[in-house]
T-cell receptor, first 111, second 115 residues
Framework: DAGITQSPRHKVTETGTPVTLRCHQT?????MYWYRQDPGHGLRLIHY???????DKGEVSDGYSVSRSKTEDFLLTLESATSSQTSVYFC??????????FGSGTRLTVV | QKEVEQDPGPLSVPEGAIVSLNCTYS??????FMWYRQYSRKGPELLMY????GNKEDGRFTAQVDKSSKYISLFIRDSQPSDSATYLC???????????????FGKGTHLIIQP
């Protein structure tokens, strides 16, 4: 997707290990978001950022932390992965009221 | 009750039919209403948006918002097999100067257009 890249695209990890997902945007957008998408739940907000070093919790933040040291990068960390965190993770950035751009997603499997 | 309710389907219709997709919501603060289309193993892409109540048309697509009923709709005319995807409604209370806390999504409706 134009302007936002997520890495890795796929990852399999073991329960209890730390995992970091990366989101990189080239749009110079101020706002960035991490969502997870699960069957039966749709997209749910994990954490968001409204500027460098400014972050806040979303609806499903337990077990996740984020960092934003540069405008273009927003990292999502699972400190100790659990099977319930198996999901597809989407990053998004926003310009204006409705200008959300989503990445292609990271498919994470915790075994 | 979730803030946004959307029937997950699947909804299967023949090619050429008119498709109606709907969401209801409970938060009166929502001002921006969006429809995203998501193909399998891809990220959501914005299809249409509406600010406050009213209708908006773009080609074969029409979005309607009725804030008094807390009900939004997306209509697809002359549906094509390429329209087969998951359609997500999304809402936001904030404008460009605020409302940093992202979008609230429905669960998405899986639409299948039969050739």
């Amino acid at each position: 997707d134009a302007g936002i890249t997520q890495s890795p695209r796929h990852k399999v990890t073991e329960t209890g290990t730390p995992v970091t997902l990366r989101c990189h945007q080239t749009e110079n957008h101020r706002y960035m978001y991490w969502y997870r998408q699960d069957p039966g739940h749709g997209l749910r907000l994990i954490h968001y950022s409204y500027g460098v070093k400014d972050t806040d919790k979303g609806e499903v933040s337990d077990g996740y932390s984020v960092s934003r040291s540069k405008t273009e990068d927003f990292l999502l960390t699972l400190e100790s992965a659990t099977s319930s965190q198996t999901s597809v993770y989407f990053c998004a950035s926003r310009q204006g009221a409705i200008g959300y751009t989503f990445g292609s997603g990271t498919r994470l499997t915790v075994v | 009750q979730k803030e946004v309710e959307q029937d997950p389907g699947p909804l299967s219709v023949p090619e050429g039919a008119i498709v109606s997709l709907n969401c209801t919501y409970s938060n009166s603060a929502f001002q921006y209403f969006m429809w995203y289309r998501q193909y399998s193993r891809k990220g959501p892409e914005l299809l249409m948006y509406t600010y406050s109540s009213g209708n908006k048309e773009d080609g074969r697509f029409t979005a309607q918002v009725d804030k008094s009923s807390k009900y939004i709709s997306l209509f697809i005319r002359d549906s094509q097999p390429s329209d087969s995807a998951t359609y997500l409604c999304a809402m936001s209370a904030g404008g460009s100067g605020g409302g940093a806390d992202g979008l609230t999504f429905g669960k998405g409706t899986h639409l299948i257009i039969q050739p």
